[in-house]
C-alpha cells in the first residue's frame, strides 16, 4: 500500500474511535521533507489555551467523554517583576522549557533520530500576530453571523496539546517504520513554583511508559502481520462524508468593498501589498454542523484525498466540539538542532506562485494510439501529459509577476530571520519548482542558524 494509505489505516487501527485526535499526516511525503506522521491523543492529556480577548490563558486535562478538567487559569499581566513586557509567546516560552523530556528507555526500538519526540501539538490561529506586536484585536474585525457566533468563540487563537505519548510513522524509510513514544516526568524534578501542573506530564515511571510503548508496538506488528497475510479491502470510501456547504462570511458587495480600499491604500503608498482574505462558514447537508471527531475525519479524509500533501493536520477537540482540519503543501517554519556546528538552524520556506498541473490520461485503451491495455494508460498520452505538464512547471518558473511575488516573500523573510539570526541569512534554493498532487508550485528555501538566547517561541 502507498504511504496514504498506511497512514490512513494506522490512523484508523489506533484512534479511529477516538474523540480527540491528533494526528500530524504525511499523506504525500516529499523527497526532501514532510515524511514523519504523528498519530496522538488528545485524551488523558493537559491543553493549553489562550484568547486574545481578556489575554486569557488556561491550562485543562482533557477526557474520553469530551470533558475539560480545569487545572490552571490566569489573565496574563502587561510586565513581570522584572518589568519585561508579558506576552503568550514569552509565558509559553518558559512552560516549553521546563517541559522538554527526552523519550524512555521503553520506547519502542527506532526513537533516536526522529525530528518529533513528543512535545507540544497544536496550533496558532491567524489573530495571534496581534500578540507578536501588543496589538489588540481590531474593533473593525466583521463579526461573524449571528448564528454561528458560538461556534466561532469556541475556538481559542492559540491551543497547544502536551503529547507524553505517541505513535511515529516514518515515511522516508524504506520500508515505512512505527515508532511508539513514550515520555517519563523528570524523577525527583523540584516544583514549579508559577506552572505546578507540570509536575503531572509524562509517565509516573519507566516501567510505565515502557509498557504503554510495547502494547502499541504489540498492536502495530499483529496488524501488520494480519494484513501480509490476508492484503486487507480498499479502505472505506470517504464519498460518504456528507458535502460541506461553504457560505463566506463577508458578503460579495462588502468583500468588493475591501478590495477597492486595499487598492486605495496601495495608491496612497500605504503598503506595497496586500493580501486580502476571508472566511467561509462550513456546515453539513441540512445545515447540520461537524460536532464529533468521525464526522470532522471523514471530511478530512475527503480532502486528503483530493489534495494529498505532506503537511496535513486533524486536531479535534472534543469538549469545544471544534478542530482544525487541514491540507498544506507549505511548511511555514522548522528549527533543527545542528549538531555539527553546535547550534539550532531555522529553516522557512514559502511558496509564491502556483500553477495547475497538467491532467494525467486515464487508465485504459485509447483509439488514437492504438493502445488497447485496460489495466494501464497509453504511453504516447503519457509522454504528452508529461510534457504539457513540464511546459507548466518551466511557465510559472519564468512567469515576471509570479518571480517577483516570490522575490518580495523573500525578502520579508530574510528580514525577519535577521531578527533571530546568529550570522547571516541564506538562501540556499531560490525560486524553485515543487511539484504535488494538483498543482505545481515555486518555493524558495531560507535558512539561518539561530542565536543562543533566542528561544524557538521567539523564533516563531
Not at 477597492?260 to 476571508?278: D, F, N, P, V
Amino acid at each position: 500500500m502507498d504511504a496514504a494509505e498506511l497512514g490512513e489505516r494506522l490512523q484508523a487501527l489506533l484512534h479511529g474511535d477516538d474523540p480527540m485526535p491528533l494526528w500530524l499526516d504525511s499523506a504525500k511525503p516529499a523527497a526532501h521533507d514532510g515524511s514523519l506522521s504523528v498519530l496522538a491523543s488528545g485524551c488523558g492529556a493537559l491543553t493549553v489555551r489562550y484568547r486574545l480577548a481578556g489575554r486569557r490563558v488556561s491550562v485543562a486535562r482533557l477526557g474520553r467523554q469530551c470533558t475539560a478538567e480545569p487545572v490552571f487559569a490566569a489573565r496574563l499581566p502587561a510586565t513581570d517583576a522584572r518589568g519585561d513586557t508579558v506576552s503568550f509567546w514569552t509565558w509559553m516560552q518558559d512552560v516549553y522549557d521546563h517541559t522538554r523530556a527526552a523519550p524512555s528507555s521503553g520506547s519502542s526500538s527506532g526513537a533516536r533520530g526522529l525530528r518529533f519526540q513528543g512535545g507540544w501539538i497544536g496550533y496558532f490561529a491567524y489573530e495571534m500576530k496581534d500578540e507578536c506586536f501588543g496589538m489588540t484585536p481590531p474593533a473593525h474585525a466583521p463579526a461573524p453571523p449571528e448564528e454561528d457566533n458560538d461556534a466561532a468563540q469556541r475556538m481559542p487563537d492559540a491551543q497547544l496539546t502536551f503529547v507524553d505519548r505517541c505513535v511515529v510513522l516514518d515515511l522516508g524509510r524504506s520500508p515505512p517504520r512505527a515508532t511508539a513514544l513514550a515520555l517519563v516526568a523528570r524523577p525527583g524534578a523540584a516544583p514549579n513554583a508559577d506552572h505546578p501542573w507540570l509536575s503531572t506530564l509524562g509517565f509516573g515511571s519507566a516501567q510505565l511508559a515502557a509498557a504503554w510503548a510495547q502494547e502499541q508496538a504489540g498492536r502495530i506488528r499483529a496488524w501488520a502481520a494480519a494484513a501480509a497475510a490476508a492484503p486487507p479491502a480498499a479502505p472505506p470510501g470517504e464519498a460518504e462524508a456528507p458535502a460541506l456547504r461553504l457560505r463566506p462570511v463577508l458578503p460579495r458587495d462588502e468583500y468588493l468593498g475591501a478590495i477597492a480600499r486595499a487598492k486605495q491604500q496601495i495608491a496612497r503608498g500605504e503598503s506595497y501589498e496586500i493580501c486580502l482574505t476571508t472566511q467561509f462558514r462550513a456546515t453539513l447537508s441540512g445545515e447540520q454542523a461537524i460536532t464529533t471527531a468521525q464526522q470532522m475525519r471523514r471530511q478530512y479524509m475527503r480532502m486528503r484525498q483530493a489534495s494529498p500533501a505532506p503537511h496535513g493536520a486533524l486536531l479535534w477537540y472534543g469538549d469545544l466540539e471544534a478542530g482544525v482540519a487541514s491540507c498544506s503543501p507549505e511548511r511555514f517554519l522548522s528549527i533543527a538542532p545542528d549538531a555539527a556546528a553546535g547550534a539550532r538552524t531555522v529553516e522557512m520556506k514559502p511558496i509564491k506562485g502556483t500553477a495547475r498541473r497538467a491532467p494525467p490520461p486515464p487508465r485504459g485503451p485509447c483509439a488514437a494510439h492504438g493502445h488497447a491495455s485496460l489495466a494501464a494508460a497509453c504511453a504516447q498520452c503519457r509522454a504528452q501529459w508529461a510534457a504539457d505538464d513540464a511546459r507548466r512547471a518551466h511557465a510559472l518558473q519564468t512567469d515576471v509577476k509570479e518571480r517577483a511575488e516570490n522575490l518580495m516573500i523573500v525578502d520579508l523573510v530574510r528580514h525577519d530571520l535577521g531578527s533571530v539570526a546568529d550570522g547571516c541569512v541564506e538562501v540556499p534554493r531560490l525560486m524553485h519548482i515543487e511539484s504535488f498532487a494538483a498543482v505545481h508550485q515555486m518555493v524558495t528555501t531560507v535558512r539561518a542558524r539561530v542565536r543562543p538566547q533566542a528561544g524557538n517561541l521567539a523564533v516563531l
